[in-house]
Every structure is written in structure tokens, then in C-alpha cells.
């Protein structure tokens, strides 16, 4: 979940724990008291002081599916762990598809210091992680047919208007979204966090086919809300 450099906690003092040059530019793992956080390009992304609406936007899509059983999940974008942890503490997601691209997250979740929060989730036997550029992945999913997912839960931007790199913004046209909407089976759902909402956005989605249309706001300690975009593929 990114977020803006003024967003960053002021308090304690950061120590860094390894910086390193990855694909799409530096990214950097500090600590900053009992927390830790990623930094890319200068750009404060996430931490794990809080985390509620990353478990929201995987709960939330969990409520607006059906009763089918064993729904099949996507989590664009690992983060610090958050969305993963609270898919995997839930017995009804049939399968967690996980999808990250930077090469140093995914190392810190494996063996450094984040592995303390995901490990366990990581261990579950439905949790597939896969290293790829996510649009890149999504637009496959599509292309494969028969709706591989039941919810895509994708938290790799400050929103569809402020993306971390320009390669993002495809995934939020017109083209991206139809990519969505083809890799949820019938009746899916796409959730999408932002740290703004946007009603272009929702126009959007409704342009790119999909229903069920809203915004939930959730509040955080200091600023404006984060928001979380929902919507589903007509059943």
C-alpha cells in the first residue's frame, strides 16, 4: 500500500536494514522502532504499524462473493504482509495466488526480517507466490480464459491516479480493466486501494463492464482516509 513520503511515521529514529537497487529503481527496508518499512525511489510505501485496510480489502472481497466454495484469490502486489496474512487466517479462500515483483520484498519475506509476519501464511499449502510484474500477469490470466480467479485484490498504487511507476497506469485504462474483468470468473470481484477515491474511476469501471460499483472509506490515524474501490463481473 503505497503512500507518500509525508505520510511516513515521525517518530523514533529509521535505521536502515538494506538498501538495494531492484528493477524499478532502489528500494529500501528500514526499521523505525518495533516497525519496519519499505521505501522505493525515496518514496515511503508502506509499514507495518497498522495494516487495517490492507485486511480489508481482502475481507470486504471475501463478503461481496457468493456462497461458492473454495474461491480462488489474487493479491496484486506482497507488501509487508498484511492482505496475505488475512487471506490465509481464513479457511473459506480455496486458493491464494500472491503476485510481487520486486526481487528484495520477496527476499525480506523469505528470509529477512518480514518473514516474522508472513511465514506462516507463506507455509499454507493454498499460498502461491509468484514473482512478475503484475499487469503483465493479469493480462495472462485473461488471455488464458475461464476466469481463473473469484477476487483480485490489488494494492500496488497510491490509486489508479497516483501510480509508484508510469508502467502502472495500464492497468487502471480501459484495456487493463477489461485484462480484470476476463481473469474473475462470473459474479467475482475486483477490490482496489487508493489513498484517495476517484469518481472517474468508478465511472471506469462501470465503462469496462462491471457492476456493483462503490467506495468504502476507512480511517487512519492521521490525514484523509483510505478508500478501497470495489467491483464485480456480472454473474
Known amino acids: 500500500m503505497p503512500y507518500s513520503a509525508v505520510s511516513a511515521p515521525a517518530t523514533d529514529t ?3 536494514l538494506e538498501r538495494r537497487e531492484g528493477p524499478w ?3 529500501v527496508l528500514r526499521r523505525r522502532g518495533t516497525h519496519y518499512e519499505i521505501i ?3 518514496c515511503f510505501l508502506m509499514d507495518t504499524s497498522d495494516g487495517r485496510s490492507e485486511r480489508l480489502l481482502v475481507r470486504a472481497a471475501l ?4 456462497t461458492r466454495a473454495g474461491p480462488r484469490l489474487l493479491i ?3 507488501g509487508v504482509g498484511f492482505s496475505l496474512a488475512e487471506a490465509a487466517a481464513e479457511p473459506r479462500w480455496g486458493g491464494i495466488t500472491v503476485v510481487e515483483r520486486e526481487p528484495a520484498i520477496l527476499d525480506w519475506h523469505h528470509t529477512g526480517p518480514l518473514s516474522q509476519l508472513s511465514a506462516d501464511a507463506l507455509a499454507d499449502p493454498r499460498t502461491a507466490l509468484v514473482e512478475a510484474d503484475l499487469v503483465a500477469y493479469v493480462h495472462e490470466a485473461a488471455a488464458g480464459g475461464g476466469g481463473r480467479f473469484d ?5 500496488i498504487d497510491n490509486g489508479p491516479e497516483w501510480t509508484v511507476t508510469d508502467d502502472n497506469s495500464s492497468l487502471y485504462s480501459p484495456t487493463g480493466l477489461a485484462a480484470c474483468r476476463e481473469a474473475l470468473a462470473p459474479g467475482g470481484v475486483l477490490a482496489v486501494w487508493s489513498a484517495q477515491p476517484s469518481s472517474a474511476f468508478e465511472r471506469s469501471l462501470v465503462n469496462a463492464g462491471f457492476c456493483r460499483v462503490r467506495t468504502d ?7 484523509v ?3 478501497v474501490h470495489f467491483a464485480a463481473r456480472p454473474a
Open 14 to 16: 529509521a535505521v536502515t
Open 25 to 27: 529503481g532502489e528500494v
Open 40 to 42: 522505493a525511489n525515496g
Open 63 to 66: 463478503e461481496e462473493l457468493d
Open 76 to 78: 496484486g502486489g506482497l
Open 151 to 155: 477476487a483480485l485484490c490489488l494494492d
Open 217 to 223: 472509506e476507512i480511517p487512519v490515524v492521521r490525514g
Open 225 to 227: 482516509p483510505d478508500v
